[in-house]
C-alpha cells in the first residue's frame, strides 16, 4: 500500500478516536505510534527522543508557566472580580455602561492571562450574575461575555501567540506587536456594538440606577480606580512594553510578570498561602497539559511526514482555485472549522505546520500576518454556535435560568463583528503589520 494511503487513514483514524472521547493528547500519540509502525516498522521514531529533547529545552517555551502563574494569581486573588466592580460603577451612569466595563476587564485579563477558559469562567461567574440583577437581557449578557473572554486569544502576550511563535520559528515580541492594534481594534468594535445597542434599545442594557451609584462618592471611586485599576494595569503594560519594545525577551518578561502578580495581590491585600498553593496547582496542570499536547504531537508530525503525508497536504493545495489568496483562505476555512473539535493548542502544533510549508512559498504572504490570521481565526471559532469552545465553557458554569440558546443568540453578533475584523485584516494586512515595521521588528 502506498505511503500516502496510510497517511490518508492516519488522519481519518486520529478524527475518529477524537469523536469517540478519547482526549486528544491521547489520541495524537496513538495514532503517530500505531501507524509509525505499520508505515516504516518504527525505525524513524529513533529520531524521536532528539525531537522531544530540543522542544522541551526551547527557552522561549519557559514563558508559558510564567504567564499562566502571571494571570492564575490575578485570577485567584480576585483582582479581576475587583476591576469589574470599579470600572463598572465608573461608566455606570451609561447605559451598557457595564457591558463596557465587562469588555475592558475582558481586554485586561486576555493581557494578564491568555487562556480563553480561564477568562470565560472568570467572568461568567463574576459578571453574569451582577448583569442579569441589573436588567441585562440575558443574550445580551451571554454574547458580551463571551466575546471579551474570547479576547485573550488575540491580546497579547497570548499563549496562542506564543506558541504560535515557536510552531512558525517567528518572533515572539513581532507576533506580540503584531496583534495588539487587531486586538485593539476588535475590543473597539465590540464597544461600538454595545453603544449602538444602547441608543437603539437601552432598555436591554440599562444604566446603574441613582441608588446604586450614589453608594459610591467621587473620592471613593477614583481612590478604588487607583488602587484596584492601575496596579494590575501597569503590571500588563510594563510586560507587554518590555517585550515589544526589545528591552527584555518573553521568558524575562513573564518572570516578571510572575512576580509583579504577587506583588500586585500582596499590595492589595489578597496574597495568602493557601492562594498560592492553589495558583502553583493550577499552574502545573495546565503547563503540564501543553507539554504533554507539545510531545504527543512530535510523535504524530513525525510519523506524517514519514508516511508522506506533505504529499497530501500539497495535492489538496493544489486542488484548490484561486491562487495565493485562494489557499490562504481555504487554510483559514479548514481552521475554522477544526477550531469546532479541537482545542487551540492542538490545531497550532499538529495542523499549522502541516499548511505553513506551502503557504510561506508565497512571497506576498508575510508568516507574521498569516500567524496573527491565524489566531483571530481560531478566535472566531471559538464563539461560533454550535460547537465553539467559549460557549461550551460558560454553559458550564451559567446559572440554571441561562438556556442554551440564550448563550447562542448573544453570540451571533460579535461573531460577525469577528468575522468583519478578519475581512478587514485580510484586505489591510498593515494593520497588523504597521506596528512591528514601525519598532524594527
Known sequence: MPLEYIALMMVAAFFVLVLTGIPVAFAVAAVGFIFGFIGFEGWLFELLPARIFG?????TLLAIPLFVFMGVMLDKTRVAERMLEVIGHASGALPGG????????GVLMGAATGIVGAAIVTLTLMALPTLLRRGYKPTVACGTICAAGTLGQIIPPSLVLLVLADTMNLSVGSLFAAALIPGLLLATLYVLYLFVLAWFYSADVPALDA???AAMSTRQLIRDLFTSVLPPLALVLAVLGSIIGGIAAPTEAAAVGAVGAMVVAAVMGRLSRPILSETLKVTVRITAMVFFVLIASQVFALAFRGLDGEFL????FNWVPGGPYGTLL???LLIFLLGFFLEWIQITYI???LFMPFLAGYPEFSTVW?????AMNLQT???TPPFGWSLIFMKGVAPRGIKTTDIYKGAVPFVIIQMAALGLLVVFPQIALWLPEAIGW
Open 313 to 316: 497536504v500539497e495535492a489538496m
Open 351 to 353: 495542523v499549522v505546520p
Open 55 to 59: 522542544t522541551i529545552t526551547n527557552y
Open 381 to 383: 471559532s471559538f464563539l
Open 98 to 105: 457595564m457591558a463596557l466595563a465587562v469588555i475592558m476587564v
Open 370 to 374: 498569516i500567524a496573527i490570521l491565524i
Open 211 to 213: 441608588a446604586e451609584r
Open 330 to 332: 481555504f487554510m483559514l
